[in-house]
């Protein structure tokens, strides 16, 4: 089984202006490049994790996320980091399209999207590193059993489910092994 660094999108991959879906919109949060790159170094494989309440709100649609999802692909094999793959939950109970509109296992704080990648990637995830920038990213990641588990927030944040709160993305490349 194999190490990852799995990672949520909006405010870890891509600056979160909130409901990202375009390319004119989609900006790559500063670093994230470098520790995708170090991750493959060291033998993660690289896995994002990403509730799109944008989806269930009727806001996009699942064509244009995975439009995107195959450009943001193509832009990480350009530096030299592949994604193994994009797990993204499109459901939430306050959705506004019809066949969104329900829980699911997968949303975070569920364990469901990691638990998926687990199987899907044949990954270890007690050796696997979470990188995620909401509460509800950690409480996923300690529910699936993910080792190391990274909330990236400002300086004093309480760590809740992390194991480390850091402000950079630089901060997390040491916590790789």
Known sequence: MIKALLLDRDGVINVDHGYVCSRDRFEFVDGIFALAHRAVDLGYR????????????????????????????????????????????PYHRDGAVARYARDSFWRK??????????????????????????????????????????????????????????ARLADVAPLLS
């Open 46 to 89: 690289l896995a994002v994790v990403t509730n799109q309440a944008g989806i269930a709100r009727g806001y996009y649609g699942e064509e244009e996320f995975h439009a995107l999802c195959a450009w943001m692909h193509g832009a990480f094999a350009a530096q030299g980091a592949p994604l193994a793959a994009i797990f993204h939950c």
């Open 109 to 166: 704080p569920n364990p469901g999207m990691i638990l998926e990648a687990q199987r899907r990637l044949g990954l270890d995830l007690g050796r696997s590193l979470f990188v995620g920038d909401q509460p509800t990213d950690m409480a996923a990641a300690a529910a699936a059993g993910v080792g190391r588990r990274v909330l990236l927030a400002p300086p004093g944040t309480a760590a809740g489910d992390a194991h480390r709160v850091v």
